[in-house]
């Protein structure tokens, strides 16, 4: 499967940003797909995450702030990002993980200025 993530740019702090992750085909409801970020200097950290019957997860930094969400009609993973602090630059990937393996966006860029 192919995964392009787009959405990402520049916003001030307190601004609000939209990802969005399309899949090439058709991913069942049951299987995990979730968002990680690289912010420059760092190293690739888990964002959030959701799969069908259960409660989506979120990183502690981005709890209240981020929400995941998904169209499984569309193939599409959503980001909604609020209240972004500078912290959140950096670039975002899309993730599927099966159950033989996992497949990785291209990332988008999120840049936040202070």
């Known amino acids: 499967v192919q995964l392009q993530a787009f959405g990402g740019g520049l916003v001030q702090a307190g601004g609000s940003l939209r990802l969005s992750c399309a899949a090439s085909r058709t991913i069942h409801s049951s299987v995990v797909m979730g968002w990680y970020r690289q912010g420059p200097g760092k190293q690739r950290e888990f964002v959030a995450s959701?799969?069908?019957?259960?409660?989506?997860n979120y990183a502690n930094s981005v709890q209240g702030r981020f929400t995941v969400s998904r169209d499984n009609a569309k193939n599409t993973l959503y980001l909604q990002m609020n209240s972004l602090k500078p912290e959140d630059t950096g670039v975002y990937y899309c993730?599927?993980?099966?159950?033989?393996?996992?497949?990785w966006g291209q990332g988008t860029k999120v840049t936040v200025s202070s």
């Open positions: 959701i799969r069908s019957g259960r409660d989506p």
């Open positions: 993730k599927v993980n099966y159950w033989f393996g996992h497949y």
